[in-house]
């Protein structure tokens, strides 16, 4: 199989990691989507000196990529060349106050966790990361956000690792952050990162994480297989608004739909596969682009190679 010939090639150079190496990893078992095909080969560091280890390990000429617990990523059939690093909860999962407003936390801890640690402390400001069911590392790449506020504005300082296994330290400014991006070296892996709050009374901060699951319970369809908000926002409008004048609220194609309860969320209502859900949001965009003029851009990450004869095209190749 493809993957172990991976494993075999690169034999000694990684017999001595400590992590779990898995050939031909199923991603529709990660992915939030439930859709995706395999990764040439998975690897789970024990904890940063053996993701460095790794990194040393692997030629350069070996793709790879990390990701955090899925939940915004969409994986074509096709599976992905390479690597995917994720990070075990073990290894990078804790989350600690390291000061009267200040915390640590280990790339992989669940967002809902950091507001957990920070409710506890009473520390403000992380009430928005209740809601969003991704980890660190993620939220950090993406900048992630809710209710007003975003990662950027509480992020002091991220640790990563890059392709050689070097540590990189960055500040707030490095991570270039915009909406729902950071422009920080694609190729570095984030292993943990220290956030600033502001001492909040307990009870404020508990009614601010009850009044963002009731939001959410009411407006998103959170129970469902989706990857959260499909396209960003395009400027002054919501994507969502759009797409709904488009007349593709509802809209399905196999097995995937744009959800009826929220329609900036797709959804894969049990047998979509990559190529499903990435042809409905290239419908979606090739009809906003054709009611409103407007080219939406995907937020979630799509990660992978096509199966063969299952290319999508960006806009269904519509003239741009
Ligand atoms: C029901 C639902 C609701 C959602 N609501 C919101 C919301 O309100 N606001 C919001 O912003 N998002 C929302 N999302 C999207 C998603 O939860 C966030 O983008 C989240 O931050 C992604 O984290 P993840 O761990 O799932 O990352 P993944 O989806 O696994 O990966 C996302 C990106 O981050 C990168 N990445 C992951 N870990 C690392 C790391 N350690 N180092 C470097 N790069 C890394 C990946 O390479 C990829 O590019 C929602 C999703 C769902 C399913």
């Not at 494993?7 to 400590?18: N, P, Q, V, Y």
Request: aromatic share 6%; charged share 25%; proline share 3%.
């Amino acid at each position: 199989m493809r993957g172990q010939a991976l494993i075999d090639k690169l034999g000694d150079r990684i017999a001595g990691l400590r992590g779990r190496i898995t050939p031909n990893a199923e991603m529709d078992k990660i992915t939030w989507f439930r859709a995706g095909g395999l990764a040439e080969a998975l690897f789970q560091p024990a904890d940063e000196e053996d993701l460095a280890e790794f990194l040393r390990a692997v030629p350069e000429d070996v793709p790879l990529m990390v990701v955090g617990v899925g939940s915004n990523l969409l994986v074509r059939d096709g599976g992905i060349a390479g690597f995917v690093v994720r990070l075990s909860a073990k290894g990078f999962g804790e989350a600690e106050v390291i000061g009267p407003t200040s915390i640590k936390a280990g790339a992989a801890t669940p967002d809902k966790r950091v507001a957990a640690v920070a409710y506890e402390a009473g520390i403000g400001g992380f009430h928005f990361y209740h809601g969003i069911p991704g980890a660190v590392g993620g939220a950090l790449r993406m900048n992630a956000g809710a209710n007003g506020v975003e990662t950027r504005e509480r992020v002091v300082e991220v640790r990563a690792l890059d392709r050689k296994g070097n540590v990189h330290t960055l500040s707030n400014a490095d991570m270039g952050y915009a909406y729902r991006h950071s422009s920080a070296p694609s190729g570095l892996i984030f292993t943990s990162a220290t956030f600033e709050g502001t001492l909040q009374d307990q009870a404020e901060i508990k009614a601010a994480m009850d009044a963002v699951q009731n939001h959410r319970e009411t407006v998103q369809p959170i129970r469902e297989k989706t990857g959260g908000s499909t396209f960003k926002n395009p400027e002054g409008t919501s994507a969502w608004r759009e797409i709904d004048k488009a007349g593709c609220r509802g809209l399905m194609i196999g097995g995937a739909q744009m959800s009826p309860m929220h329609c900036n969320f797709m959804i894969n209502t049990g047998t979509a596969t990559g190529y499903d859900l990435e042809y409905l949001g290239e419908t979606v965009r090739a009809r906003v682009l054709e009611h409103s003029g407007i080219r939406l851009q995907w937020e979630i990450k799509r990660l992978g190679d096509f199966r063969q004869g299952h290319a999508v095209q960006e806009f269904l190749g519509q003239l741009l």
